[in-house]
């Protein structure tokens, strides 16, 4: 994290600009625990209570159909850190992830950070960073969705914390959601449902309220494709159908997403900013794609077009308040090749593009692997089960991501 827009790039100089900030970061399922304690569940409570026995097949972060058969294959079990630099969603020991017990895990406890506030500090004060990135839950802040009134343990827990950061030179930095939306929330359709709205404007004035005097770096959302990721895959929370769902459901809620986030953006610039001196912005998912053949032309054009159709995506229509025309005729054409007659991707109206675009003050960037891609062969695209897949229409290199051990 930087604070200066014109600070000389590591690129450049070979070194950190003074005004670099090193720090940490959890997400609140991640490390919190206390599942059932000041809170309602959560949809990845609900996902892994119900999954548990059947998890090490299910929880492959958009994982490709190919991929996973190719572990299968070889008799080697596709863990999550086999393919990724990342831990499991929750926090689990590493002697775990090595012997694959991980998968007998789940957020219950993790790492009890809710009962541990004065050990969490102690850990960042002897690792010397500068900021803590760390997400609010939201049924700790209002557990329960139909009446909307303020959760105080949840809310004690999150002003003791960030007193303690403050207190001991470490600069808060707060998400506000990071797909751990409540079960009964979900219920009423969640992001697919605009009247949630109202419950997003609810949470984040009770957040800015509360905690807006000493948090000045606020994220509206992070990672919104893998948002979108369990609205059209098994293997994400809350888990829909891959076959039935993707390049539907997934697009519907990558919409509501922005608007959400948007508006979020405009109730704190409205009501809050002037007062409360901070800034609000987003962070965006990202895999870097790299050619399979970084000789061969159409190789090199699938990377790039790879690059556009992800976090490029959400780049556009942050700049923008509009999808790029790629997304849009990556979809058409889909649409007229398997003869799908509804429109499963819209564009914003007018109002809400001048409400989306340019609503932020930063962007952040969460970097996450990197892949080997080539252009799909019609026989893939034929049977590759999921939707956006093959609007996108790119094929992983197995070799990129494949353990040592195969």
């Known amino acids: 994290m930087t604070t200066k827009d014109n600070a000389p790039s590591f690129a450049s100089t070979g070194q950190f600009p003074e005004s670099f900030l090193f720090g940490v970061s959890t997400g609140a399922y991640q490390v919190e625990g206390a599942w059932n304690e000041d809170k309602t569940p959560t949809i990845w409570d609900d996902y892994f209570h119900k999954n548990q026995a059947n998890m090490r097949y299910r929880y492959f972060i958009d994982m490709p159909n190919h991929v996973f058969e190719h572990f299968k294959q070889k008799d080697v079990e596709p863990r999550l850190v086999d393919m990724y630099k990342g831990m499991a969603i929750y926090e689990v ?3 775990a992830v090595e012997d694959g017990t991980c998968f007998n895990f789940n957020g219950d406890i993790a790492a009890d950070s809710y009962h541990k506030t004065d050990v969490d500090i102690q850990l960042l004060k002897e690792l010397g960073v500068q900021t803590y990135r760390f ?4 049924t700790r802040i209002i557990p329960e969705v139909h009446d909307h009134l303020p959760g105080k343990g949840g809310i004690k827990y999150y002003n003791d914390l960030i007193d303690k950061l403050v207190e001991n030179g470490i600069t808060p930095v707060v998400h506000l959601y990071h797909y751990d939306a409540g079960v009964h929330y979900n219920i009423i359709g969640g992001l697919t449902n605009n009247a949630t709205y109202e419950f997003h404007e609810n949470y984040a004035r009770i957040c800015f309220e509360n905690f807006g005097d000493r948090v000045k770096h606020w994220i509206t959302s992070s990672d919104i494709w893998l948002i979108a990721e369990g609205y059209n895959s098994e293997h994400f929370a809350p888990g829909f159908q891959e076959k039935s769902f993707s390049g539907f459901s997934d697009y519907q809620i990558l ?17 809050f900013k002037e007062k409360q001196k901070g800034q609000l912005g987003y962070c965006v998912d990202t895999m870097w794609f790299y050619p399979q053949d970084p000789n061969n032309p159409e190789h090199q054009k699938c990377a790039e077009r790879a690059r556009k159709l992800t976090f490029g995506a959400l780049m556009d229509v942050f700049r923008t308040g509009q999808y790029s025309n790629e997304m849009l005729e990556s979809v058409k054409a889909t649409n007229e090749r398997e003869g799908i007659r509804v429109d499963r991707i819209k564009q914003f109206t007018a109002q809400e593009q001048e409400l989306i675009k340019d609503s932020f003050d930063f962007v952040m960037v969460n970097y996450f692997s990197s892949v080997k891609v080539r252009p799909m062969t019609s026989e893939e695209r034929d049977t590759e089960p999921n939707r956006k897949r093959r609007d996108r229409g790119y094929y992983i290199d197995v070799d990129s991501i494949t353990p040592t051990d195969v």
């Not at 997400?135 to 939201?138: D, Q, R």
């Not at 919409?255 to 009501?271: K, P, Q």
């Open 135 to 138: 997400t609010i839950s939201p």
């Open 255 to 271: 919409h509501h997403c922005f608007l959400c986030m948007a508006n979020v953006s405009r109730i704190y610039n409205t009501e």
């Open 93 to 95: 020991p590493s002697s």
